[in-house]
């Protein structure tokens, strides 16, 4: 663990981060940390083209399954 002092932050958003660690018990040097890496992960997420999915085996009996739904949410055609 290391001790640091940080310039500039929004009083609002460290308001708000210090009344959420006090709800859920925990300091705010931890709620901070969790905040921290949220967001360097968010930064790490790639966003992929429809183009680049592959289609997910469900196994057998699943070849329509699509259509099933279909036919759950639209009623037959």
Same mark, same amino acid.
């Given at each position: 663990?290391? =001790?640091?002092?940080?310039?500039?932050?929004?009083?609002?958003?460290? #308001?708000?981060?210090?009344? $959420?660690?006090?709800?859920? !018990?925990? #300091?705010?040097?931890?709620?901070? =940390?969790?905040?921290?890496?949220?967001?360097? *992960? *968010?930064? !790490?997420? =790639?966003?992929?083209?429809?183009? $680049?999915? !592959?289609?997910?085996?469900?196994?057998?009996? =699943? +070849?329509?399954?699509? +259509?099933?739904?279909?036919?759950?949410?639209?009623?037959?055609?």
């Amino acid at each position: 663990m290391k =001790t640091i002092t940080v310039k500039e932050v929004d009083e609002r958003a460290f #308001n708000e981060l210090k009344a $959420e660690a006090v709800k859920r !018990k925990i #300091n705010v040097g931890i709620a901070l =940390t969790w905040a921290i890496e949220n967001w360097l *992960s *968010s930064l !790490k997420k =790639t966003k992929k083209s429809l183009l $680049e999915w !592959k289609p997910t085996n469900y196994g057998p009996g =699943t +070849e329509h399954l699509s +259509e099933q739904i279909d036919e759950v949410l639209y009623g037959d055609a």
